[in-house]
């Protein structure tokens, strides 16, 4: 795997997705500086939705055919991108752990950062989004 100074790409899949439509009051501020977004999916990992929580969590299962819906980030220098994986960091705090994975986007593999979830912070109220798409997470 790619060492991770190399990595200027951020995997965002909930609140922190540039086209994200939850409302949340720190997406606006987190994207305003982004210099491109594309989608890609993330295989080995599935997405959880809490009805009384305005996030989702990924988590890693191993399996190939559990994918999630990315859109990838990207700022115009490694500067810029290190402040927001530092905010990032932050915003996420505790709960998430950040680690590199393999995203497949415009038919290409690109390796990005990810904000996971430690397991141990799912409970009964965690339902999975069978999409793995934080957009279609309220079927009508």
Same mark, same amino acid.
């Given at each position: 795997i790619q060492n991770s100074t190399d990595v200027q790409l951020l995997a965002t899949y909930g609140t922190l997705r540039?086209?994200?439509?939850? &409302?949340?009051?720190?997406?606006?501020? @987190?994207?305003?500086? #982004?210099? &491109?977004?594309?989608? &890609?999916? !993330?295989?080995?990992?599935?997405? @959880?939705?809490?009805?009384?929580?305005?996030?989702? @969590?990924?988590? @890693?299962?191993g399996n190939p055919k559990d994918? #999630?819906? !990315?859109r990838l980030l990207s700022w115009q220098s490694k500067e810029e991108f290190q402040k927001? #994986?530092?905010?990032?960091? #932050?915003?996420? &705090?505790?709960?998430?752990e950040r680690k590199v994975v393999e995203v497949l986007s415009e038919n290409k593999t690109k390796f990005a950062y990810i904000y996971v979830s430690k397991s141990k912070s799912l409970d009964a109220d965690w339902k999975i989004i069978p999409s793995g798409d934080w957009l279609r997470r309220n079927p009508k």
């Open positions: 540039d086209d994200d439509n939850s &409302g949340a009051p720190w997406t606006h501020n @987190f994207i305003k500086d #982004i210099s &491109g977004a594309t989608s &890609g999916t !993330v295989a080995g990992y599935q997405l @959880f939705d809490n009805a009384s929580l305005n996030y989702p @969590f990924a988590v @890693f299962t994918t #999630i819906v !990315v927001k #994986i530092h905010e990032g960091d #932050i915003l996420e &705090g505790d709960e998430y």
